[in-house]
């Protein structure tokens, strides 16, 4: 399983990112995917998720509104859309298997600052 994530940044708060996930090495189109976040020094944080044919999306409270997932199963990728960004964004974002994160790959980082 391979799981890339890009398309992180500085961006001033209320800006916006996308982010991509090039995954590799399984059934992309059969898993559920998961975005997670990470600051350090604290546990990891579920953001969002999207069933396999992604019509089913869910999110964090603290994102709701702001950030939008979506998938293309033809070409293994899973994106995040994040918009009208706060500080408290600011993590190393992971794309991953499960709920937990506990299957990803290497996280892009997202910094919000003035």
């Known amino acids: 399983v391979q799981l890339q994530a890009s398309g992180g940044g500085l961006v001033q708060p209320g800006g916006s990112l996308n982010l991509s996930c090039a995954a590799s090495?399984?059934?992309?189109?059969?898993?559920?995917m998961y975005w997670v976040r990470q600051v350090p020094g604290k546990a990891i944080e579920w953001v969002s998720s999207i069933n396999s044919g992604g019509h089913y999306a869910a999110y964090v409270d603290s994102v709701k509104g702001r950030f939008t997932i979506s998938r293309d199963n033809a070409n293994d990728m899973l994106y995040l859309e994040m918009n009208d960004l706060k500080p408290e964004d600011t993590a190393l974002y992971y794309c991953a298997l499960e709920h937990s994160g506990s299957t990803r790959g290497q996280g892009t980082q997202v910094t919000v600052s003035s």
């Open positions: 090495g399984f059934a992309f189109s059969l898993y559920w």
